[in-house]
C-alpha cells in the first residue's frame, strides 16, 4: 500500500500485490532465463555439479526469504529483490564484466548492478506500451542502491535502502561464502582439511559432529556446508534482530533516517562481529585459492581474449546486431548498444557467436 508505484501508471491487479506483479515479471524475463547458462565462478565446462547463476539465485532467495519470514518484512518484495539481484551479469561472470568495464571506460564503464537497471528500465521488451518491465519504484531503487563503482555516482538513490535491500544483500554473501566452498571441495581446488584450519569452518565441524557423530568425506562435507548456511543465518537474525529490537525502528521512515544517518558502514541487517570475522577470512582464502587461482585465471583470460574480439567485430559490423540493439546504437552509441547486446548473452551463446564471427 505504501509503494511510491511504477513510472508508468498501471491499474491495480485483482490478484495479486504489486511486488508479486513484480516477480512474476523478473522471472518471466529472458535476463532471468538465460541465468541458467551464466557463469557463477567456474568459466569452461567444468562438469554440472557447481553453481551457475541461476542455481546460486535461487539458493539466494530462499536463505532470503527465511531471514525476512523472522524479521517480519515484506515477503514479497524480499524475494522479487533476490531473484531479480544478479539479472545483470554479462556472461563469464565477474570475468566478462571486468572486461566489458575496461572496453567502455571512456563511456561510464560496465556495472552488472547497473545493467541490471537498464535491462528493467529499457533493455527488456515485453509491454507494448512502455519500454523495460516497468517494475516498482522501490525495486529500482534497492538496484540502483547496490551499484558500486564507477557508475555508481549517478545512479545511487538518496534513500538508504530498506531493510529487505539490506537482507537480500546478506543472503548473496551467506550463498556464495558457501556454496563457493562446496564447489571448490568438488572440483578439487582446495581440501575440506584445508578449510577446517579456517575457524568458522573448524565451528561448523564441531557443531556437525555434535549432531551426528563423527563423518567421513563426502557426508562430512555435506554436514559442514549445510551447518555453515544455518549458522549464518541465525547469527544475522539474532544480531540484527537485537539491533532493531535496541534502537527501537518501527517503520520504514525509522530505517531510511537511520541508515541515511549512519550511512553504508552501519546497517541494521549485519552479522555478530565474530561471524563478520570467519566470513571475511573465509572470503580472503577462497579468493586466493580459487578466484585467483592459476586454474581460474587461465580460463578466465582466454575467455576474456574471445568476449574483446566479439565487442571488436561487433562494433565494426553494428548491422549484424538484431534491429532493436542497431536501432539503439543512433541513441546511445554504437559501443553501449553492442555491450548491452554482449551482456545479454550466456556463456555458451558466446562460445558459439564468437566461432560464427570472428574465427
Ligand atoms: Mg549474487
Redesign the pocket.
Known sequence: ADSAGRVHPEPPQPFRSPYQRDHDRIVHSAAFRRLAHKTQVFTGYQGDYHRSRLT??LE?TGIARTLGRSLALNEDLVETLALA??IGHPPLGHAGEDTLDELLADEGGFNHNAQALRIMELLETRYPDFPGLNLSREILDAQAARVKGRAAAAIRPATAPLLETQVVDAA?SI??DTHDADDAIELDFVTLEELLELPIVAEAARRTAERYGELAGTDRRRGVIHELVDMQVADLITTSRAEIVRLGIGSVDQVRAHAGAAGQASRLVAHSPAVSRGKAELERFLFQRVYRSDRVMTVRLAAQEKLTRLFRWYCDHPDAMPPRFRQRAGAVGARRSVADYIGGMTDRYLEWDHARRVC
Do not use: E, K, L, Q
Open positions: 546460486h539465485t539466494v539481484h544478479d548473496d550463498a556464495y
